[in-house]
């Protein structure tokens, strides 16, 4: 089976300082990565994700994502946050050849503070 | 909104009464989903329609049954709801069927149900 950790429930930050939002996962085979962000209410937005190449993932908003097979992590970063950030973090793993059955991390909320 | 929605937007119940929660995707998507999200619990897929058929069904009560007359449409059925059943449900969908899985999924607003 596969599943993902999110091992912060919050993270705090100070508005221009580098965040980082961690994730880790377990999974036979190849995994697929994602993180996506959720407002208040509203649904989950996709941020970035990993399949392969590159194991640094560029993706919306100034956010990216290193994939680290050894450690099975997929942290996600940002070298200066804004308030605007402050949301809910999902990170959500699949795998190869496993149809569309995701797993999600139980979320970061993230405060950026001004 | 990411081309994905959802009516109603929030929802009222009784345990004995019968709804149904719409979504509708605007994206050309073949793959649809139906989440439920509770405070303070992950994120849980409840069925997958790729191509129009249920692909997944993770041990979901019958009390809720799912509808997906078209690859644009997408219906969650309630029927005697519980309490515990009161959640944010959201409807998502993407491209790809099958075993292709690594395409992201774009989500609907949510449906806010109270079940009293």
């Known amino acids: 089976a596969q599943s993902v950790a999110q091992p912060e429930d919050q993270v705090n930050v100070a508005e221009g300082n580098p965040l980082t939002v961690k994730c880790t996962y377990s999974?036979?085979?190849?995994?697929?990565l994602f993180w996506y962000v959720q407002y208040p209410n509203r649904g989950l937005q996709f941020l970035l994700k990993y399949i392969t190449g590159d194991n640094l993932v560029k993706g919306s908003y100034g956010f990216e994502a290193e994939f680290n097979k050894s450690q099975t992590s997929f942290h996600l970063k940002k070298p200066s946050a804004l308030v605007s950030d402050s949301a809910l973090y999902f990170c959500a793993v699949n795998r190869d050849n496993y149809g569309q059955n995701f797993v999600f991390g139980p979320g970061t909320r993230l405060s950026v503070l001004p | 909104e990411t081309g994905v929605t959802q009516t109603p937007r929030h929802l009222v119940m009784g345990m004995t009464n019968k709804k149904s929660l719409k979504c509708e995707q605007h994206?050309?998507?073949?793959?649809m989903y139906w989440y439920k999200q509770s405070a303070k619990k992950p994120l849980e897929l409840m069925f997958v329609?790729?191509?129009?058929?249920?692909?997944e069904n993770n041990s979901v009560p019958s009390r809720f049954s799912p509808e997906c007359p078209n690859s644009s449409h997408l219906f969650l059925h309630l029927h005697t709801l519980q309490p515990e059943d009161s959640a944010l449900y959201l409807c998502a969908s993407s491209h790809g069927s099958g075993i292709r899985s690594y395409n992201e999924q774009f989500f609907g607003p949510g449906t806010r149900l109270t079940v009293l």
């Open positions: 329609y790729s191509l129009e058929e249920r692909v």
């Open positions: 999974v036979s085979g190849n995994p697929y």
């Open positions: 994206l050309g998507h073949n793959a």
